[in-house]
């Protein structure tokens, strides 16, 4: 991990730069070595809590051709190829905070089996999960809600929605302001992502007991 020593506000700062090419450039030297150099660190422990082996990917914006990207991330997921249809994991960053999130999204073909497993988890779930733990229906916006305050009828509405809407997405994880002081401290912050990914892979598992 010698190339990690944490995140300052340089690194939110990209987001405030104006055109592609310039903000990718930025992307590109500041924030993704930190990235790859995440991916590299999460894999083996990631690949233990799931039983699965994780494989890392860093987000290349490949397909934007107008508009610079307003967050960027590194994913983990049981495939070598690609992360998006399989659940998986994100660390990343948007211009106000970083977040760390297990995501199943749109283009997963299991949403239906994981949304039943997950109804099916419900309570445990709820107690597995800390109550500012924030939940998303998708994975485009920055905002997500706490669980404190989305209560059990407000996941159930999250678990139900994955499983009967087309573009329907379920991420559960937690933020951390941009202004924290533990994102310039490397060993506590890896020691508070260590932690969260332990709930988060967790619930990866249960996910994964569908019948």
């Not at 082996?53 to 070598?80: C, G, I, L, Q, Y």
Request: aromatic share 10%; net charge neutral; glycine share 6%.
């Amino acid at each position: 991990m010698s190339t990690f020593k944490g995140f300052t506000q340089e690194d939110f700062d990209v987001f405030a730069i104006d055109g592609l090419d310039p903000r990718m450039e930025a992307i590109k030297t500041v924030v993704r070595p930190k990235l790859e150099a995440l991916g590299h660190h999460f894999s083996p422990s990631l690949s233990i809590a799931t039983g699965n082996e994780m494989f890392f990917h860093v987000a290349k914006h490949a397909r934007r051709t107008v508009n610079p990207p307003s967050d960027t991330w590194v994913a983990w997921a049981a495939d070598k190829r690609g992360y998006k249809k399989h659940p998986h994991f994100q660390v990343g960053l948007w211009g106000t905070h970083l977040f760390v999130w297990y995501a199943v999204i749109y283009e997963s073909p299991v949403k239906d089996q994981i949304s039943k497993a997950m109804r099916a988890n419900l309570d445990e779930i709820l107690s597995l999960v800390p109550a500012n733990f924030h939940w998303s229906p998708d994975h485009t916006l920055p905002d997500s809600t706490p669980q404190s305050e989305l209560g059990k009828e407000g996941v159930l509405k999250l678990v139900d929605r994955l499983a009967q809407v087309k573009k329907a997405e379920i991420l559960c994880g937690i933020q951390i302001d941009r202004h924290d002081p533990i994102l310039a401290d490397k060993d506590a912050l890896l020691t508070r992502l260590d932690e969260t990914f332990a709930i988060l892979s967790k619930l990866y598992r249960m996910g994964q007991s569908h019948s």
